[in-house]
């Protein structure tokens, strides 16, 4: 039996790594842990956002654009959203 999860056991993201991405031919993902990744455009947009359980069902938050919210940030929000969300 395998625990079903959200969660990868990626390596959390660095702000060069996120800084560095640039677009790809198909929007792509690069994971930070918690569910905290930031979604690559092919026009190289990245925005924050947050996969979640509540209930047993899936959620999905957009929590903002980089740069205008910095990774450091990012991480403070989906904290903070997951703290209120267990409440």
Do not use: C, Q
Not at 12 to 23: D, I, M, S, Y
Not at 65 to 81: H, I, K, S, T
């Amino acid at each position: 039996r395998y625990p079903v999860s959200i969660y990868t056991d990626s390596m959390p993201l660095t702000e060069a790594a996120v800084r560095n991405a640039k677009g790809k031919d198909k929007p792509y993902k690069m994971t930070d842990g918690h569910g905290l990744y930031v979604l690559v455009s092919p026009t190289g947009h990245k925005s924050w956002r947050w996969k979640y359980l509540f209930k047993g069902k899936e959620g999905l938050k957009v929590l903002g654009r980089y740069p205008d919210m910095p990774l450091r940030e990012a991480r403070e929000v989906r904290a903070d959203l997951d703290k209120a969300r267990r409440r």
